[in-house]
């Protein structure tokens, strides 16, 4: 079942990656020329990025900071998404093709509520906040790789969106070939405790896998549940 095309998204291109100096910036090696590119991700991503792997990139418009975005990184023979500007049309296509386990009828992107804006309210009655996982550790996929406050101010919005009457639902989108999904206590404790308060406060945990073929098909896998050590 395939939710995007990134194709569609321009001509993409290998190169090689070498370094990446901050954030959203890395340096990178295409046809023995180097090149900038825009890393749209802001988690550390250390198991990812590393000197030599292969990226996948499309080039930018004239007048941007960087000459290249990176789309994609080959790690051991998986093409891994790594573009977190795709992930919410991502997650809306697998939202309409069933991955909350109900019926869509109506989906709105970005709504706000309390301080933050939650990615999607169904049905106008539940709301969904989208997290992306890229890090892989025994074969479990775990969430963040870097300290999140605003992760765990979104669990905080959906705790109270639940007592307020809606229906709550933390949804994760797994980026790697993992068999279940864990919080990274040891990254970040405080989003650990806001995570099991929330599951304790009636908000639903959901989870998906995706695959990015060698064609650049974004296809859907399979559910995926938190892990049974998860305690």
């Known amino acids: 079942m395939i939710l995007l095309d990134l194709n569609k998204l321009g001509n993409i291109e290998q190169a ?26 802001p988690g550390r991503l ?29 790690v051991e023979n998986e093409i891994v998404l790594l573009n977190t500007s795709l992930h919410s049309k991502i ?3 697998a939202i309409k093709k069933g991955v909350l386990g109900f019926k869509v009828k109506d989906l709105k992107r970005e709504v706000k509520y309390g301080k933050s804006r939650i990615d999607y309210l169904v ?3 539940t709301f969904v ?9 025994d074969n479990k996929c775990l969430f963040p790789d870097a300290p999140t406050e605003r992760g765990s101010r979104h669990l905080e919005e959906l705790i109270k969106a639940v007592k307020e009457g809606y229906k709550g639902i ?19 404790k405080k989003f650990y405790q806001s995570f099991k308060k929330a599951l ?30 998860f305690s």
């Open 16 to 41: 090689t990656f070498l370094e990446r100096p901050n954030r959203f910036k890395s340096i990178c090696e295409k046809d023995g020329k180097t090149i900038t590119c825009h890393v749209a991700d």
């Open 46 to 74: 250390k198991e990812i990025f590393i000197k030599g792997r292969k990226v996948f990139i499309i080039k930018n418009k004239p007048g941007l900071k960087t000459d290249y975005k990176i789309i994609a990184v080959e």
């Open 91 to 93: 997650g809306e296509e």
């Open 123 to 125: 049905n106008k009655d």
């Open 129 to 137: 906040e989208l997290k992306g996982s890229n890090l892989l550790i």
């Open 170 to 188: 933390i949804l994760f989108m797994m980026l790697r070939n993992c068999k279940c999904f864990l919080p990274y206590k040891d990254m970040d």
């Open 200 to 229: 304790n406060n009636g908000v639903e945990f959901k989870g998906f896998k995706i695959k990015v073929e060698k064609d650049f098909k974004v296809k859907l896998v399979e559910n995926i549940n938190i892990c049974k050590d």
